[in-house]
Antibody, heavy 121, light 107 residues
Framework: QVQLVESGGGVVQPGRSLRLSCAASGFTFSSYAMHWVRQAPGKGLEWVAFISFDRSIEYNADSVKGRFTISRDNSKNTLYLQMNSLRAEDTAVYYC??????????????WGQGTMVTVSS | DIQMTQSPSSLSASVGDRVTVTCRASQRISNNLNWYQQKLGKAPKLLIYAASSLQSGVPSRFSGSGSGTDFTLTISSLQPEDFATYYCQQSFSTPPTFGQGTRLEIK
């Protein structure tokens, strides 16, 4: 069964850091580009970051550039999002998603269940 | 960034109705347009990719059309499980961007 399972969310103070993980199973993780997409409470979807299948290319949204880093470990079938200097506006459910093809801008065909990040003092 | 605008923002309909949701891009995006369904508290689900291709496992009552800047998602005969929020997303350029969503409610 193709599956993505996120973990690592929680409540964190502004300015602190958090690392999210996304464990993949049921498909050849190392062959797919991966993304993080977030959704603030009651709001729409916002793309956050992309990493190519071989880690050679990364892109971040302007809203997180310089603060968030996407990475992956293909030997562990796991995607990560290191979030530093967190702000209240980063409060959201964070989803990992598989890219349908290799492009940085693509359809997202498999989604995890999401993990909630709350930035609050 | 390419702006995606959906209309309407919300829609009330009955089981069995034919429903159409529209998505407009701020610039031409060829057929690089995808549609998602999101139920309350759940992750989005890909319905349509490349404007008109049905994702595997998605019922055939869902269809998509359009090219350039104007796109539509049509549900031919609404079923109870179709009441959800629908999002369009462009995959023409980075960053990929989403429409604001269309909430489909039971009349």
């Amino acid at each position: 069964q193709v599956q993505l399972v996120e973990s690592g969310g929680g409540v964190v103070q502004p300015g602190r850091s958090l690392r999210l993980s996304c464990a993949a199973s049921g498909f050849t993780f190392s062959s797919y580009a991966m993304h993080w997409v977030r959704q603030a409470p009651g709001k729409g979807l916002e793309w956050v970051a992309f990493i190519s299948f071989d880690r050679s290319i990364e892109y971040n949204a302007d809203s997180v550039k310089g603060r968030f880093t996407i990475s992956r470990d293909n030997s562990k079938n796991t995607l990560y999002l290191q979030m530093n200097s967190l702000r209240a506006e980063d409060t959201a459910v964070y989803y990992c998603a598989r890219g349908r093809a290799a492009a940085a801008s693509d359809a997202f065909d498999i989604w995890g269940q999401g993990t909630m990040v709350t930035v609050s003092s | 960034d390419i702006q995606m605008t959906q209309s309407p923002s919300s829609l009330s309909a009955s089981v069995g109705d034919r429903v159409t949701v529209t998505c407009r891009a701020s610039q031409r995006i060829s057929n690089n347009l995808n549609w998602y369904q999101q139920k309350l508290g759940k992750a989005p689900k890909l319905l349509i990719y490349a404007a008109s291709s049905l994702q595997s496992g998605v019922p055939s009552r869902f269809s998509g059309s359009g090219s350039g800047t104007d796109f539509t998602l049509t549900i031919s005969s609404l079923q109870p499980e179709d009441f959800a929020t629908y999002y369009c997303q462009q995959s023409f350029s980075t960053p990929p961007t989403f429409g604001q969503g269309t909430r489909l409610e039971i009349k």
